[in-house]
């Protein structure tokens, strides 16, 4: 091995050591791969919301998107709102350094029932999703209690339903309030979806209803 070659190796262990995330989701050789490297990348950054609950307690789906927006981006990952595909979508995930180019859709509620989190689905499929991007997401910030009831009510209604063309029943995903479900596109191709739980709920404070 030349000097080249061990200067090259070095510098790969040593960004993946300091900068694991990027380094996985650069490096995915398969959709699989990727949606992997991302989900830890999210979920990282869906407990920096959960954990700074208080301060963000006045936000509206807005504001809460543009924290979680803020959180995702890293070099190699670019995270906007309010990006135009056939209409303005709450979030938008562009992996420009992966070969091929990878791109994520989002629609993020506030949780105001199973309907409203279908609503988001709606847009999502209906409205903004081409059929060239890879899992989308419907992300629901609760800030009511029970996220893991409310989390299978919706399944529920998801499964008795199959709404928007849902290919069989929903399915559980490895990372707690999170599930999967799968939908057949108009261009031919099913689209998997992820579905996100954020856990917002602040418990009053005593003496307070």
Not at 133 to 145: K, L, Q, W
Request: contains cysteine; glycine residues 8%; proline residues 3%.
């Amino acid at each position: 091995m030349s000097a080249q070659d061990d200067s090259l190796l070095a510098f790969c262990e040593e960004m993946k050591k300091k900068a694991p995330a990027y380094f996985d989701l650069i490096t995915a050789e398969t959709d699989a791969d990727f949606e992997m490297a991302f989900d830890s990348h999210l979920e990282r950054s869906v407990s920096l919301l959960e954990t700074n609950k208080n301060e963000l307690a006045e936000l509206d789906e807005n504001g809460l998107s543009a924290f979680l927006v803020a959180a995702l981006s890293i070099p190699g990952l670019s995270a906007t709102r309010e990006t135009n595909s056939n209409g303005h979508v709450d979030i938008t995930i562009v992996a420009d350094h992966c070969t091929p180019m990878r791109k994520k859709l989002g629609e993020a509620k506030i949780y105001n029932g199973p309907q409203y989190h279908l609503d988001g689905l709606q847009q999502l499929l209906g409205r903004y999703t081409t059929g060239r991007e890879n899992r989308g997401m419907v992300i629901e910030y609760f800030r009511t209690r029970n996220i893991a009831g409310l989390v299978a009510k919706v399944r529920k209604k998801m499964d008795d339903d199959l709404p928007h063309s849902q290919q069989g029943p929903t399915r559980d995903h490895r990372i707690k309030w999170w599930f999967l479900s799968t939908h057949a596109l108009s261009c031919g191709d099913n689209l998997e979806v992820g579905h996100i739980g954020c856990n917002l709920y602040i418990e009053p404070a005593d003496g307070e209803a």
